[in-house]
């Protein structure tokens, strides 16, 4: 059994409140739009993380951290991209990949909106943590736990961070 943080597009901002929400977790899952390479460190110095860049990282986090990424998490086959879509509406980008070998989990960022939903066509559950970061539109800043266990999702919490005071 694993507990799983996921954040995304945090646009180098940091918040104390991540270490706090990730205590219990095994691993974090960044989805890209990281921004500065000390975030991503300071996360990985309190648990194990797997990342993928987003369309803001540059330079040391493009070396760092593949665009697409995809694994085993217990007895799940994860894919993860920051611009992915989302069921229906996959981004072209990532579209192929997911109809010709569909996997259990497909993590994606970008949008900064929120959404947990499952694909019924494909059987796969698709998650975008929101955005965890000041930079952007949304009213409020999110992040995801989620326990996996086997090839079960369980326990699948939205955590609000608070709400996004840049938000014109």
Not at 16 to 21: N, P, V
Not at 82 to 109: K, W
Request: aromatic letters at 10%; glycine letters at 8%.
């Amino acid at each position: 059994m694993k507990k799983i943080g996921i954040i995304s597009d945090t646009h180098s901002y940091w918040d104390d409140k991540y270490l706090h929400y990730f205590e219990p977790c095994d691993e974090i899952w960044h989805a890209g739009d990281i921004c500065s390479t000390e975030l991503i460190e300071r996360l990985a110095e309190f648990r194990p993380v797997r990342a993928v860049c987003g369309n803001c990282d540059g330079g040391d986090l493009r070396l760092m951290y593949p665009e697409v990424l995809r694994f085993k998490c217990e007895d799940v086959d994860v894919l993860m991209k920051h611009i992915g879509g989302y069921p229906g509406r996959y981004d072209p980008s990532v579209a192929s990949q997911i109809y010709a070998r569909p996997p259990q989990l497909f993590i994606s960022g970008h949008s900064h909106i929120l959404k947990v939903k499952y694909d019924r066509t494909l059987g796969l559950l698709h998650i975008n943590p929101g955005a965890a970061g000041l930079q952007g539109w949304h009213k409020e800043r999110t992040l995801i736990r989620l326990t996996i266990e086997g090839n079960k999702f369980a326990d699948c919490e939205v955590i609000t961070l608070g709400n996004n005071q840049n938000r014109i």
